[in-house]
C-alpha cells in the first residue's frame, strides 16, 4: 500500500481534501460528503456531543441544516503514514435547525489515507 508520505506532496493532498469537503457542504453535496466520511467518522458538536456520520449526513437530508458560506485557512498539517492531521480555521455562515449562525473557530481534523484515497 503506497503510504501517504510517499505522495510528492502530502500536506498538499489534505488540504485539497479539506476544500472538497468545504465545497460539499456549501454545495450540500452528500454523495461527497457521505465518500470524504470514514463509516467511524466522529464529529464534537457545539456542546461537546459526539455525532455519527449518519447524524451529520441526516442533518444535511432533512434541510434544517445549509451553509451560506465557509472559508477555511491558515492550513498546520502533519502527516504520519496514512494519517494525516490538520489544524486550521473555520469561518461559517448558515442555517443549523432554524437558527442562523455566523461563527469563526480554529479546528482540528484527522483524515485517513486508505485505497489511495482519503
Known amino acids: 500500500m ?3 508520505k ?3 506532496d502530502p500536506a498538499a493532498q489534505v488540504i485539497e481534501a479539506e476544500r472538497q469537503w ?3 457542504h456549501l454545495k450540500l453535496d452528500l454523495v461527497l ?3 470524504l466520511m470514514a463509516d ?3 464529529q464534537v458538536n457545539d456542546r461537546g456531543e459526539l455525532l ?3 447524524q ?3 442533518s444535511f437530508k432533512s434541510g434544517n441544516r445549509y451553509w451560506q458560506e465557509a472559508n477555511s485557512g491558515e492550513y498546520k498539517v502533519q502527516v504520519y503514514n496514512e494519517v494525516a492531521v490538520i489544524c ?3 469561518q461559517a455562515k448558515g442555517v443549523n435547525t432554524g437558527q442562523s449562525f455566523d461563527y469563526a473557530a480554529r479546528y482540528v481534523s484527522v483524515w485517513v489515507y486508505r485505497d489511495k484515497n482519503f
Open 33 to 35: 460528503l457521505d465518500r
Open 52 to 54: 455519527s456520520k449518519q
Open 2 to 4: 503506497t503510504s501517504l
Open 22 to 24: 468545504l465545497s460539499a
Open 88 to 90: 486550521g480555521c473555520w
Open 40 to 42: 467511524e467518522f466522529l
Open 6 to 8: 510517499d505522495m510528492p
Open 56 to 58: 451529520v449526513l441526516a
